[in-house]
């Protein structure tokens, strides 16, 4: 079982910051990816970035040249630095996480979600 416990988020005006941050805590035996979903009103969840254990990123079209997301596979904690933030990324925004156990095979964890709001 992997709990992830996510920090960050908030309320902030367009052109402005945010960092989030998801750390997996539990039992497993190795994550395989990272990632960061957000979910905007009346939208389906959809990616915004992620990273691999070898080291490649992948990230929406949309964020790209604005967010970075940094993933140390060491401490199992991923991070997500949003600049230049605009008001459609206003979403809830989700961790997640591909963790290997001998036990369960690989398998997907979420964070429970944090609300990030940019006002215009």
Partial sequence: ????????????????????SCAALGRFFKINFMAWYRQAPGKQREMVARTTSSG????????????????????????????????????????????YDFSTGSQPYWGQGTQVTVSS
């Fill in 1 to 20: 079982q992997v709990n992830l416990v996510e920090s960050g988020g908030g309320l902030v005006q367009a052109g402005g910051s945010l960092r989030l």
């Fill in 56 to 99: 490649t990123r992948n990230y929406d079209d949309s964020v790209k040249g604005r967010f970075t997301i940094s993933g140390d596979f060491a401490s199992n904690t991923v991070s997500l630095q949003m600049n230049s933030l605009t008001p459609e990324d206003t979403g809830v925004y989700y961790c997640n996480v591909n963790a």
